[in-house]
């Protein structure tokens, strides 16, 4: 069996990052401006990248309902090819087990579309299986929308970067 | 001729992209303009897709890379013999958004043999200026 293959199957980004930060691993997380087409950034921006933090240290405590804050009950999230929805994503990290994994958050951009959001990025991750450590970088794109006064994700998913 | 198809086909998707609100038959109004966007793609109607996306537009391949809208029009422009179809469409709104998940089939010939790849896609359209714009793509290899 790919042991690579295998540990993505059993986490996720968000869990990698949940089983990081007990280990103290690296997070680094890097911005960039939206280009001309898409408004400029402002607070929403601003306040969009803090929810990308929360989401992360919400799963590093198993924060099921600061997560369910963040996550839309309609949340479309696709995690290694596959669909799952927000009640999978939750009962998943609530059974998590810690992790040899590691994630750095590379760079991050927020482009508005009025009360919509896209968040661009990408992240690197170091699978462990035995003593052996197995790179790969994925690109994420990530779609925040402004409901009842604050935002809410709605829809999450990554492909693999496959010439990094 | 092709384009003459697309746009009848993107005149149809026009006005059923006219109403922002969720209404019983919003989820099909998406998916037309999903299956425009496949069509366009193969017909190498730059017009009908420059219609379709927004200036700022991104897609995400499933390799990881990033393409803006420039560069997805001059990747069609370049392509020979794709054909792309969408399967399993489920669309959710969000006030002027929708996100729509789905499978992209695609068919083509590769250095002489031909292949078949299935994609796991999530796009983002929204409503502005009468109309709905696809601001963002991901397609991923598709998952066990």
């Known amino acids: 069996m790919n042991m690579e293959l295998s540990i993505w199957r059993q986490c996720d980004r968000k869990q990698v990052i949940m089983r990081m930060a007990p280990l103290c691993l690296l997070f680094v997380f890097a911005t960039s401006l939206s280009p001309a087409q898409a408004a400029p950034e402002g607070g929403a921006a601003s306040a969009i990248r803090a929810l990308e933090h929360e989401w992360a240290e919400g799963q590093s405590s198993r924060d099921n309902r600061a997560l369910d804050l963040i996550f839309d009950n309609a949340l479309v999230y696709v995690e290694y090819g596959r669909l799952v929805t927000k009640g999978d994503y939750l009962s998943r990290i609530k059974v998590a087990e810690p992790s040899a994994s590691q994630i750095v958050m590379e760079v991050t951009t927020v482009r508005m579309f009025g009360d919509t959001a896209i968040t661009v990025g990408t992240y690197y991750e170091k699978g462990i299986s035995g003593n052996k450590a197995h790179p790969k970088r994925w690109r994420f794109v990530d779609t925040w929308v402004f409901k009842r006064g604050r935002w809410i994700l709605v829809a999450a998913a990554a492909a693999p970067l496959t010439n990094s | ?144």
Do not use: C
């Open chain 2, 1 to 144: 001729m092709r384009t003459l198809i697309l746009a009848a086909l993107l005149a149809y998707a026009g006005p059923l992209a006219g109403q922002a609100q969720r209404t019983p038959d919003s989820g099909s109004k998406i998916v037309a303009l999903e299956n425009v966007w496949n069509q366009a793609a193969q017909a190498k109607d730059l017009k009908a897709l420059n219609a379709l996306l927004d200036d700022a537009f991104i897609y995400v391949g499933p390799d990881g890379k990033m393409l803006t809208k420039a560069e997805v029009l001059a990747d069609v422009q370049a392509s020979y013999g794709i054909q792309v179809s969408s399967e399993d469409m489920v669309v959710h709104f969000h006030g002027d958004t929708a996100v729509i998940t789905g499978i992209y089939r695609t068919r083509g010939v590769d250095h002489g043999k031909p292949f078949v790849r299935l994609d796991r896609f999530v796009d983002t359209w929204h409503y502005q200026n009468g109309g709905w714009k696809s601001i963002a793509s991901l397609a991923t290899p598709l998952g066990p």
